[in-house]
């Protein structure tokens, strides 16, 4: 691991059962850069973020993070990375400042709640109940909430999902920014014109497998068949043709037993 890679991915696989939800993937991460995830739904992004966090564990492989094997410090890494919650409906009855606080109770790292509050424009509805807030300010909420440690790196999973292409634009400017600030992003996302935009890499997902990791321009212009955009990337690598899904092997489950057994 040079200097500048704070993550490092080594053939990680977990299956459940028969279902590689991932499989053998490796990449690396270095230091500032806003790392995509991208893969349709049940293509192994949540599961593979998760083990970066130290939130599930590998069967195979190794991750180390910030220089921290994660499979054995998975307790002191969380001190140094941001966590986005996928649902607020655990801070929808506190209002914002009481979220912030809850949350900043868990770290020994403490950063500066007013400054976060500030940065996010969140001033007016500090006072206000999460549950009632909109969509993209209860995005935002959850993004401060990612902050209260003042982590190097911030993992989010989907986190402007539902959210207008206003709300959308704004929370992607507020990534942005804190790119800037030289923090570290991986975000599962599936805003391809953003992540098009504003990413250094992107890793796509296929049924547990990572099929290709590589720059945006580079993902586009090695695109076979041609094509400009991520979106083209996407429906290249990510979603599966009809020819695939007649390959896909059949897993015999003890509910295919049972339902067979019923017919016979
Ligand atoms: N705890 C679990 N137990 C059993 N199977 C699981 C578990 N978590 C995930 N899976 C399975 O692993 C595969 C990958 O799931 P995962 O949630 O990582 O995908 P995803 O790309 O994040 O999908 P989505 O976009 O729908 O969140 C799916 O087939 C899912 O059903």
């Not at 250094?200 to 041609?226: F, K, Q, T, W, Y």
């Amino acid at each position: 691991m040079d200097m500048q890679t704070v993550i490092q991915v080594s053939s990680i696989s977990k299956h459940y059962g028969a279902n590689k939800a991932v499989d053998k993937v490796s990449f690396q991460v270095r230091k500032g850069e806003l790392f995509g995830i991208v893969g349709t739904n049940g293509a192994g992004k949540t599961t593979l973020l998760e083990m970066m966090m130290g939130l599930r564990m590998p069967d195979k492989g190794a991750i180390h993070v910030l220089g921290r094997d994660v499979l054995f410090e998975a307790d002191l890494l969380k001190e140094d990375i941001g966590i986005h919650l996928q649902s607020t409906t655990l801070i929808d009855k506190m209002n914002v400042r009481e979220a912030l606080e809850l949350f900043q109770s868990f770290y020994k790292r403490k950063n500066d709640l007013d400054m976060i509050i500030k940065q996010f424009d969140l001033e007016p509805y500090a006072d206000k109940i999460v549950k009632r807030l909109s969509g993209g300010w209860r995005q935002r909420t959850a993004l401060a909430i990612a902050l209260v440690n003042d982590p190097h790196i911030i993992f989010l999973d989907e986190p402007t999902t539902g959210l207008d292409p206003a709300a959308k634009r704004d929370y992607w400017s507020l990534l942005l920014e804190l790119k800037r600030q030289g923090k570290t992003i991986v975000v599962a996302s599936h805003d391809m014109e953003e992540l098009q935009r504003n990413c250094n890499h992107i890793a796509v997902m296929r049924r547990g497998e990572m099929v290709a990791c590589d720059s945006p321009a580079a993902l586009i212009s090695n695109l076979p068949g041609g094509g400009m955009t991520m979106e083209a990337v996407y429906m290249h690598y990510a979603v599966e043709s009809k020819k695939d899904e007649q390959h896909r092997p059949i897993l015999i489950t003890d509910e295919s037993i049972n339902a067979l057994n019923l017919l016979m």
